[in-house]
């Protein structure tokens, strides 16, 4: 799914007026409808619905909604920002409202603001993808008053006061705070990035029919990925196959204390359908590898609690995902330097592989070219230094990737994912559940494992960050967040591959 500029969608919306076609109060109310039918499946009979609109066609959709919601019974209010203009669609909106027989209080001064009570729901429709600049004055001063009660605000497009990009200069105080932000037919950049996290709740994106094949044709570099474009992406079994079909993975990862990293990345490699897959670890961790992951072969090395001294050959693997649980410790980032320096193919580099890297620029040319780096933010701030905001954060990413050209991981909620072309996927499944040790260990053995598959390194990085993070999902509805630990994460790998051979099927109908 792409993820199009406020200019883009304000194309897309006229296009798909004009070629539908359908008349922009039509394609309000649709997507009004959609608000209210994602309201009505959750409000209680009784709670009143107070709707906040501004000026523009987001305070239209506000409108069209309380209309909508007291059609099926609710108690709605609605307060207007007082203004000398409203778009055309805002105004058949309040004059359709009006005709009901109902009243809009019109807000022009801060004593006009109701005082909120904190059982009422407020929904947000003062500004949307039209904000042109950052709240103050009377709108300002609204925002901060509905961020002080106490009530519930679910958000329309956007929380007010929030832009769709670039944020670096706003006001945090100027913006709505919801606890969820209902997102027309596309997410926005803005909505995605942690920065925001705490004013945009939860996000849902609602379809509202903007046209596909206008939305098709639009650059962006930007991609927020689906299960429909996973199911696109994802090759199921042959039933000729053979396990030398599924290539062999080398998990390179533990040292004594950290032995769990390797288990978890190998088990994860083992479940996300390597042919074969090898680890190789520390001395210390041969009996724990072949009891705890006996479907792998555990190769020996002569470090008794870390890797270090001669690499094995390494032909025979058509990827190694290293890093997980090694140390830091300078023979282990010497046999790290080795493995780099013998092995052409595109690889996984996680976790102390990452740190020893990241103090060793000098070693950076000695990273195949797409391999799939897979840093946390702390991580990866000892590649890339400070950032000011996320939107800073993101051109770091974007010139990292370039400059090694590699695809960058960069994991939390939402993962973005840099590809050396410029392009960044951000990542739809996962939860805060996956936020516990091992979780990263996981997502390693994953990536590994669907390289030695033949997935293409862009392929792998976003099919397996999807697969880490639907598993996380059915996970945590096993479980519960909490609950949630990593190993838990391979074991429900089996249903992200079911989920994606059912997409597949479901569109390849004959
Ligand atoms: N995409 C789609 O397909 C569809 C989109 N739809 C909806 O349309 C929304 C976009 O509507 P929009 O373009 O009318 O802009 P919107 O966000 O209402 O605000 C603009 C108004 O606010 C004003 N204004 C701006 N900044 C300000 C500030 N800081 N402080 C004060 N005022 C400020 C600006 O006036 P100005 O003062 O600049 O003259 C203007 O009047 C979109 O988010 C979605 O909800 C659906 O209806 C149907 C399908
Ligand atoms: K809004």
Known sequence: MKILSAA???????????????SSL????????????????????????????GTGNNGGDGLAIARQLHGQGYATAVFVLGAAKYSADCAANLTQYEALGLSINYLHHISDFPPIPPNVLVVDALFGSGLNRPCDGLAAALIEH?????????????????????????????IIAAGHTLSLHLPKLALLLPDYQHKIGQMHVLPIGLNEDFIKNQHTDYQFITLADCAAMYRPRQQFGHKGTYGHAL????????????????????????????????????????????EAMTLLNEGENYLQGK???????????????IGTETETAMFLGEILGNYQRPMVIDAD?????????????????????????????????????????????????KK?????VLKGAYTAIAHPNGQVTFNSTGNAGMATGGSGDTLTGILTALLAQGYTPET?????????????????????????????????????FKALGKEKQQNSLL
């Open 8 to 22: 883009q969608i304000r194309l897309a919306d006229q296009y798909t007026i004009a070629h539908e076609p359908i």
């Open 26 to 53: 039509a394609l309000m109310e649709r997507a009004a409808t959609q608000c209210t039918q994602w309201l009505t499946a959750r409000l209680r009979p009784h709670t009143p619905v107070w709707v906040f609109a």
């Open 146 to 174: 509905l961020n002080a009660s106490r009530a519930n605000i679910v958000a329309i497009d956007l929380p007010s006061g929030l832009f769709c990009e670039d944020n670096s200069q706003n006001i945090d105080e100027n």
């Open 251 to 294: 998990v390179v990862a533990g040292s004594r204390g950290k032995m769990g990293a390797a288990v978890l990345a190998t088990r994860a490699s083992l479940r996300a359908g390597a042919g074969l897959v090898s680890v190789l670890t520390a001395e210390c961790g041969y009996t724990i590898l072949q009891t705890t992951a006996p």
């Open 311 to 325: 690499i094995p050959e390494l032909t025979a693997y058509q990827a190694i995902g290293v890093g997980c649980g």
């Open 353 to 401: 592989a990452l740190n020893v890297l990241a103090t060793r620029p000098d070693w950076h040319g000695l990273i195949p070219a797409q391999s799939i780096l897979t840093p946390h933010p702390k991580e990866f701030s000892r590649w890339a230094g400070r950032w000011d905001n996320d939107t800073h954060k993101l051109q770091l990413l974007n010139d990292l990737s």
């Open 404 to 408: 090694l050209q590699c695809h960058i």
């Open 460 to 496: 792998a990085s976003i099919l397996g960050v999807w697969l880490h993070g639907f598993a996380g999902d059915c996970a945590a509805a096993h479980y519960g967040q909490e609950a949630l630990i990593a190993s838990d994460l391979a074991e429900f790998l089996g249903e992200g």
